[in-house]
């Protein structure tokens, strides 16, 4: 793969032969078209000059052929060989005058006029030539002396043009003695030329131009109005020198030649304009070129970098996922290690609730003792008595004492069930246990506790049976540590009063054991969840109840909170509520 330098240089240096190129087929088109686009048009236009010259000439020769007839015939006319048969004697100008009139009129002459063999008019028919006279040597009067058809383009002195035939009146001997002259008139045949855009001139046997539809053109010598170009002529316009193609035809009947012209404009237009349009749409056609190298150059270069972010990419993700295998192999053995501390943790906890407990029986050994030896004191006085009373043949009374005694006994053996169940390791899997039976058993086991301190639980909760999952012994636990550290914390109160108050709240079951102590110290508040942390003095407190219950509450999935209130501290066991014992039942 190029580097991206030699890339942008690659198509730097197409781009620059495609420009070239691009230039040089627009240069070539442009000329190649121009010069086709030129010749056609300069081809109609000589095949349009061509046939008006066809179309000129014959209107010409149309005209001047019917009057050299005319001069010819009147010649040998007898009335006119008549009018000069008598060579001295006086002509009849009269005679001639009508004839020439007649002639003229009927022919559409300009005039018709007789001459001596001198030059000298006898008779103008139209009075053109009454105050002139031809001259003797002109070719006119010796073409005509020689019995030839004489022929001119003539000029007179006012300016006016025509186009003369002359015949010799022969005489009696043959001879010529007098002259008649044809004067024909080419001002319509010119006029009709104006029509025509184009300029048309006919250069007389003088080298003069003797008609043309440029008025300026006329009676001036041909080389003055053309001058050498490169390519075509150059005419003298008025406007300047202009190109024309020149198409000319020699009429020998008259010693003529004339000339129909076309200006090149046009050609000149169609070159410039095929030029322009063919160069034009090849330059256009280059600069697409150039555009898709362009485009071709941004999608390289954009496939190119797309390569390199996704390669980029793939070994960005070829080294993340190596590193995550290896943190994934990294947290596997942490989850092992920590399963394995987790098990030591609940092992150790196990055993740490186990000795919690036995503290706990140990701290209460002491109002145990007293438990048991106020029964049994009374038990030994109502036994005594009874004893007496039965000396005494009072038997109603000895009966009630040992019933005395069997309550009493009673009393005991509920005392010691309770001491056994807490005292007894708990089943790891549990079921669900009804919140009323767990507080009631934990009063049980500080009933004298309860009854030394006076201290009264109130109990508010919805009716029917609350269950809640969680085994019911550990439970019975949880609120024996909460009691107890209630009353702890009422010691020296006057009338101390535990309120226990049980809500449902979804699915979950909360129950508030709310005293009126002294409230969480706040050394406390932060670590008193934490193993051995105690405000209590030495002997009284080992700080493991609230951990040990923290951790059994946990242990069924439900919270153990602590707050203080207006007046005391309030502990909230919150659990999952379970299925009450009649549907449980059913
Ligand atoms: P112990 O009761 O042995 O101190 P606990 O874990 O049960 O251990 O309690 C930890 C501490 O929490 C107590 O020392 C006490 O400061 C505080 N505490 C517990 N219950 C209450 C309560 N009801 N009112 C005020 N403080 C309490």
Known sequence: MPSGGALARRYRRYGFLNLTATLGAACAAAYFAASYAGGVVEANLRASARETLAVQAEALSGVLDKHRLLAGTLSRRGDVRALFSEPGQQIDRQAAWRIAVQAAGLSSALDVVFFTTDGEPVASGLSLFDDSRLDPSSPL?????????????????????????????????????????????LDRLEATWSLSADPIYVVAENGRIFLSNRARWRLRP?????????????????????AHLDASRFLPLLDWELHVLSGTAPADIARLLWGAITGGL????????????????????????????????????????????????????????????????????SELVQTGKLAALGQMSVSLSHEFNQPLAATK????????????????????????????????????????????????????????????????VLGARLRETGARVE?????????????????????????????????????PLIEVSVRRRGHR???????????????????????????????????MGLSISYNIVKDFGGRLTAANHDEGAVFTVELESALEASEAAQ
Do not use: C
């Open 282 to 349: 090849v330059l256009l056609a280059g600069l697409g070129v150039q555009a898709l190298i362009n485009r071709q150059y941004v999608v390289t270069l954009r496939g190119r970098r797309d390569r390199a972010v996704s390669l980029r990419l793939e070994r960005v993700v070829r080294d993340r996922t190596r590193a995550l295998s290896q943190s994934n192999e990294t947290l596997k053995r942490e989850v092992h290690e920590r399963r394995q501390a987790e098990e030591q943790l609940r092992r150790t906890q």
């Open 459 to 495: 109990l508010d909760m919805p009716e029917g049976d609350v269950r809640v999952r969680g085994g019911p012994v550990r439970l019975q636990q949880v609120f024996v540590n909460l009691f107890s550290n209630a009353l702890d914390a009422m010691e020296g109160i006057a009338d």
């Open 381 to 444: 006085s109502y036994a005594d008595n009874a004893l007496k009373y039965l000396e005494l043949g009072r038997g109603k009374e000895a009966r009630d004492n040992i019933r005395r005694i069997s309550e009493l006994t009673d009393r005991m053996a509920d005392i010691s069930r309770h001491l056994r169940n807490f005292a007894r390791k708990p089943n790891p899997t549990f079921g669900n246990a009804s919140i009323a039976k767990v507080i009631e058993d934990a009063m049980a």
């Open 509 to 543: 079951t909360l129950v508030a054991v709310h005293d009126h102590g002294s409230g969480i110290a706040p050394e406390a508040a932060a670590s008193m969840f934490d193993p051995f942390f105690t405000t209590k003095e030495v002997g009284k407190g080992m700080g």
């Open 222 to 242: 041909e080389p003055e109005i053309i001058r050498a170009g490169s390519g075509a002529l150059l005419y003298e316009t008025g406007e300047g020198w202009r």
């Open 141 to 185: 009067v010796r073409a005509a002396k020689f019995g030839q058809l004489g022929r001119e383009a003539f000029t007179f002195d006012h300016g006016q043009r025509a186009y003369v035939f002359t015949s010799g009146i022969r005489g009696p001997d043959t001879a010529v003695v007098a002259i008649v002259a044809v004067f024909v008139s």
